[in-house]
Antibody, heavy 126, light 112 residues
Framework: QVQLQESGPGLVKPSETLSLTCAVS?????????WGWIRQPPGKGLEWIGF???????FYNPSLAGRVTISVDTSKNMFSLNLPSVTAGDTAVYYC???????????????????WGKGTTVTVSS | QSVLTQPPSVSGAPGQTVTISCTGS?????????VHWYQQLPGTAPKLLIY???NRPSGVPARFSGSKSGTSASLAITGLQAEDEADYYC????????????FGGGTKLTVL
């Protein structure tokens, strides 16, 4: 079955770049899903970061747009997150997820995360 | 402040029915976007519970059901069990924020 595995440094210094990758197994990343990132600060709720289609089309959380970049490597069946200039506020558990989409009868696209990785903890501290 | 508002906590005894509300606005739930629900057991990743118009992924018990009316949605859990103790999140789409994904703040369910 499809599995997602996050990887990357657990500790990042303030002002540096947070870089994470998500390896997808059991499913081809070029199939008809988006691939996304969600984070959860300690003791808080979920925050959507963004997602990408294998063609390179991206959607980002407006509150993070301009800082975040999500990219996809179809040859390695993985996708990545880059978040530069981090601060303590970026400390969180970062999850990658497969994102499904369907259209309603009124033509609205609905997105939801149907498969999640286990998450990786990233701490921003000097 | 989350775009979708959930009660911070709810509780119920084993066997009872509990409902978790998710209140939005005319730019998300009220606009016609569906509401999806996730369960996050302690120390684990969220898991999809309900998607679209009350659809359950394979393996999710029929005790879990979702509904929507106007600018609000609800998750109902019948026959409450101890293993249902978790955090629950609603999620939708918000057109005014140009955000295809917005989450509620989450609700902690305690099984008494």
């Amino acid at each position: 079955q499809v599995q997602l595995q996050e990887s990357g440094p657990g500790l990042v210094k303030p002002s540096e770049t947070l870089s994470l990758t998500c390896a997808v197994s059991g499913y081809t990343i070029t199939s008809n899903y988006y691939w996304g990132w969600i984070r959860q600060p300690p003791g808080k709720g979920l925050e959507w970061i963004g997602f990408i289609y294998h063609s390179g089309s991206t959607f980002y959380n407006p509150s993070l747009a301009g800082r975040v970049t999500i990219s996809v490597d179809t040859s390695k069946n993985m996708f990545s997150l880059n978040l530069p200039s981090v601060t303590a506020g970026d400390t969180a558990v970062y999850y990658c997820a497969r994102v499904a989409v369907f259209s309603t009868h009124i033509g609205y696209n609905n997105y939801y995360m149907d498969v999640w990785g286990k998450g990786t903890t990233v701490t921003v501290s000097s | 402040q989350s775009v979708l508002t959930q009660p911070p906590s709810v509780s119920g005894a084993p066997g009872q029915t509990v409902t978790i509300s998710c209140t939005g606005s005319s730019s998300n739930i009220g606009a016609g976007y569906d509401v999806h629900w996730y369960q996050q057991l302690p120390g684990t990743a969220p898991k999809l519970l309900i998607y679209g118009k009350n659809n359950r992924p394979s393996g999710v018990p029929a005790r879990f059901s979702g509904s929507k009316s106007g600018t609000s949605a609800s998750l109902a859990i019948t026959g409450l069990q101890a293993e249902d103790e978790a955090d629950y999140y609603c999620q939708s789409h918000d057109s005014s924020l140009s955000a295809p994904v917005v989450f509620g703040g989450g609700t902690k369910l305690t099984v008494l």
